[in-house]
């Protein structure tokens, strides 16, 4: 029987923010009156998701989908693709309820993301030089052995937990007109959009994506998921494709947002030495592109009431002191 590939709506992301807080935290906004006076904003504010119990916003996906399994799911085990900082969600909402995980990743993940899985009680299985090469072999261990999967972006009840931060910034901030987003997979751009344009349509919605590895942006263009090569960047957790098979996040992305960002490492490495410097937040460089956006001149938001998540703080201490001490 042809699998329903239904599209999640609001009333899903409803769902659930009513299944989710006890292991996820409702995270705070601060203010940056520094970056909208220098963008022209009338205000910016900042979405602290980096204050996770993982360290990012992707345990809200994960909760979502691994408390909505069965007891008899949860006995078989679940098994993830992921560069980082999903496999850090599965590991760590699948100890929480005694559920065995297993994270597929590429050589290309740093070994410190391989070693914080591990520490958070996940089995990490280190396979190929690309997220994709990642996802296939992630689907020859589900074949074999039967674990139950969650998917890092392109499923349903991801793309609800994710959108449940718009749910919080909304309450947060009612006047908040727009909205900057970082985008790969498409999971948290998905959710965000679709629960933000569901509750108040006018807001505009941003993409920003990384110069070296636009998979999303490029998928756009033609039609189906492309492959991208991955590079080394400082956004290390925005790599990857869409997937071998789409079915819901290109789609949302397509539907719901307004416009698409690019931004390079030079524009990353000072949105996070911004971060640091004025706001004292240790971010990693997937969190900073939405600033880098903005202090880039690359997005016109004169007299606009801005928002963004900072989606993680998972990052190399070296490599970050390397960065801000520039």
Known sequence: MEQDYRLPNISDVWTAAGRIYPVVSKTPVVDSPQIASLSGASSVHLKLELLQPTGSFKVRGATNTILSLSDEEKAKGVITFSTGNHGRAVSYVAHQVGVKAIVCLSKRVP???????????????VHGASQDEAEDHYLQLRKEQGYVPVVPFDDPRVVAGQGTISLELLR???????LLVPLSGGGLLAGMAMAAKSLKPSIRVVGVSIVRSPAMLESLKLG????????DTLADSLLGGIGRENHYTMELVKRYVDDHILV???????????????????AEGAASVGIAALLSHKID??????????TGRNVDQMRFLSVVEK
């Open 264 to 282: 390079d490492e030079d524009e990353i490495a000072e949105g996070m030495r911004y971060l640091f410097s004025q706001h004292g937040l240790v």
């Open 301 to 310: 938001v004169e007299g606009c009431h801005v928002a963004m998540p900072l």
């Open 172 to 178: 947060q901030l009612p006047d908040v007109d727009t």
């Open 111 to 125: 070994s410190y993301r391989v070693e914080a899985i591990k520490a958070l009680g996940g089995s990490p299985v």
């Open 224 to 231: 189906k998921p492309a492959d991208i090569e991955e590079k």
